[in-house]
Structure formats: structure tokens, C-alpha cells
């Protein structure tokens, strides 16, 4: 069976993004992409994810209905992961949580370089919830507006660019985890500039979802 990529938000671009990069990252695994086109266009802050919860709640009931043997929730804010739990029949993931087990298992602490500082206290609380705070060096925001990532990509990496330098540079770490969906495409890039490891969510979302969507590996 297929494992479900879910976009939250409504831009249709940035799921096809996210879907190249998890398939690129788990060639093995069947993977579609699934876009809320009733939600907001990018969710920065607590109201967008409030109004992206419900019509997500109802693509994972579809999914979970269609057999899906996993559901990867594409926004690194973990929108509706809770609930989305509670609904599925199958694995739920969110590619924030996955991003932070990844940093935690492979070098141990970890900054994060996310979009808008609305954003912020959003992913503390996450990183908090869920037990990863003592590993957690800072969240810092670039001040790319999300959809600036693709309208204005040149000048939204060299923010994102200096804001990862400063993580490495001032807060004693040695990887820095990207936070937001649409970073997917510059781990690597960013990586050779600065020297430290850079976790992107949605590749470490569809990595581990190998294994939780298997049955005979649980």
C-alpha cells in the first residue's frame, strides 16, 4: 500500500517539492502527495494552524479509509499531529518530530533555523512536548516569509544561509535542523557552505517511515 504525504497548506508547488524530496529519500517506498486546497496558502503562526487543522483531519480520515500504511504530515509546525494520531489506523508522523529524532540520534543537540519568528515559540513548545528540549541549542528564525522560499529564493537562502552560520557559530552546535517544509531542497547546499550536519524534515519523515509503515519491523 501507499504512504500519504499530507501538505496542510494549499500550495500545490511546495507538496510536489516535498514529494520529489521523500521519494528521492525512500526510492523504495510508494509515496503520494495530497494537498489541503481549502486551507491557507502557507501556515505561519498559531491562527493559519488552527484553520488548516480541520480540512487536514479530514484527508487523514480519507487516507486512513483508503488503506494508507502511513501518513506523513507535511508542516514542520506537526500541524494536527495529536489528533491526526487519534483518527488514523496507520503510523502518523509529523516531518517536525521527525527532523528531531533524527538531530537527537545522530549528533545529539541541535539548533533550528526555521521562517518567521511568529513561528518560534510554536516549534519550542513541540520540541518540549515532545522530550527533545535538552538537546535544543535554539530556535532561530531567518525571517523568510514561507512562500517567499520559492517567490524570492536567491535572497530567502542567503538568510537562511546567515541565520544556520550564526546557529554553528553561537550556539555550540553541530547540526542544524531546517523549519520549515519548503527548506527541502537545501540541506545539502547548505551543508557544504557552513560544515554542519542539516536535517531537513520531510527526508527524515519518509527515512523513518520506511520502518514504521512496515508491519514486520514494529
Known amino acids: 500500500m501507499t504512504v500519504v504525504l499530507i501538505n496542510p ?5 511546495m507538496t510536489s517539492a516535498m514529494l520529489d524530496g521523500a521519494r528521492a529519500a525512500a526510492p523504495d517506498l510508494m509515496i503520494d502527495g ?12 498559531v491562527e493559519d494552524g488552527d484553520a488548516a487543522t480541520p480540512p487536514l483531519l479530514d484527508l487523514v480520515r480519507e487516507a486512513s479509509a483508503m488503506g494508507a500504511t502511513g501518513i ?7 500541524t494536527g499531529l495529536s489528533a491526526a494520531r487519534d483518527i488514523a489506523s496507520c503510523p502518523v508522523i509529523g516531518i517536525g518530530q521527525a527532523a528531531y529524532h533524527m538531530a537527537a540520534l545522530r549528533v545529539g543537540k541541535f539548533s533550528v533555523v526555521t521562517t518567521l519568528g511568529v513561528s518560534v515559540p510554536i516549534l519550542a513548545e513541540n520540541i ?21 522560499l520559492e517567490a524570492d529564493p536567491d535572497a ?30 537545501l540541506p545539502e ?16 519523515a519518509a527515512r523513518l517511515m520506511v520502518a514504521l509503515a512496515d508491519p514486520k519491523a514494529v
Open 156 to 185: 530567502a537562502y542567503a538568510a537562511i544561509l546567515a541565520e544556520t552560520r550564526k546557529a554553528v557559530d553561537e550556539d555550540g552546535v553541530s547540526c542544524v535542523v531546517l523549519g520549515c517544509a519548503g527548506m527541502v531542497g
Open 9 to 13: 497548506n494549499s500550495t500545490q508547488s
Open 72 to 78: 506523513i504530515i507535511g508542516c514542520f509546525d506537526d
Open 189 to 204: 547546499r547548505l551543508a557544504t557552505e557552513t560544515g554542519a550536519t542539516v536535517i531537513d524534515g520531510v527526508t527524515s
Open 34 to 45: 495530497w494537498t489541503s486546497h481549502t486551507a491557507p496558502p502557507a501556515i505561519q503562526g
Open 128 to 148: 518540549e512536548t515532545q522530550g527533545f528540549a535538552p538537546q535544543l541549542g535554539r530556535v532561530r528564525a531567518s525571517e523568510v516569509p514561507v512562500l517567499d
